[in-house]
């Protein structure tokens, strides 16, 4: 038999739902503007502070990593990373860092899976990552940096190594962006896509 509070608690979903369906146009105008999918790109992805997403967001959030408010990860541009951020979209916002912001977020605030999984360093132990990749010749930081910015760097990326990569890479900590921006208003939710990423990331380091 089922509760009547898990009645409610399902009613209040569907009704969020509904909601947030109506902004569904809205949503896939941003979308538009990255144009065709670009084998080797990636986007950072951050969550925000957006409360109480439905069954459907939350499992989309929890299989890019984005578990709680400020989770930041690097994803590849493919259909099927575009459906999850169509489908959380108002609970995210992302755009396509630089090389530059690529490497430095890399450097700054990653962290990798050990090749055992039994736990995550920060991704500035070489030894680390020569145990998890250097099966593929990926021996540093540097490497890993390679890999990551090459197809926003116009070159032609190694997709099988970038998704190893990204494969262990595990979510990292951005700052709050209305703390860090004076011209972000305090009640305001960022969210979708971001034109320029960098100028968001870099106040949030």
């Known amino acids: 038999?089922?509760?009547?509070?898990?009645?409610?608690?399902?009613?209040?979903?569907?009704?969020?739902?509904?909601?947030?369906?109506?902004?569904?146009?809205?949503?896939?105008?941003?979308?538009?503007?990255?144009g065709d999918v670009i084998p080797g790109r990636v986007f950072l992805v951050v969550?925000?502070?957006?409360r109480s997403p439905s069954a459907t967001v939350l499992k989309a959030l929890r299989k890019m990593g984005l578990r709680k408010y400020g989770h930041a990860m690097f994803l590849e541009d493919s259909l099927e990373n575009r459906e999850l951020l169509r489908i959380c979209e108002t609970f995210v916002y992302y755009g396509v860092p630089s090389p530059k912001a690529i490497s430095d977020l890399l450097h700054k605030k990653a962290?990798?899976?050990s090749k055992a999984g039994e736990g995550y360093e920060l991704l500035t132990n070489n030894l680390v990552i020569e145990e998890a990749l250097g099966d593929i010749n990926i021996l540093s930081v540097e490497d890993i940096v390679d890999v990551v910015k090459a197809g926003?760097?116009?070159?032609?990326?190694?997709?099988?190594?970038?998704r190893r990569v990204l494969s262990l890479l595990v979510s990292f900590t951005m700052g709050d962006v209305r703390k860090a921006d004076v011209n972000v208003p305090t009640s305001k939710i960022v969210w979708g896509y971001v034109k320029r990423m960098d100028n968001m990331l870099y106040k949030t380091l």
């Open 152 to 162: 926003n760097a116009g070159e032609s990326p190694n997709l099988d190594k970038l």
């Open 111 to 113: 962290y990798i899976q």
């Open 1 to 34: 038999m089922i509760s009547a509070n898990s009645l409610v608690v399902k009613a209040r979903e569907r009704l969020m739902d509904r909601r947030r369906a109506k902004v569904t146009k809205q949503k896939n105008k941003r979308m538009a503007v990255l």
């Open 47 to 50: 969550r925000n502070d957006r």
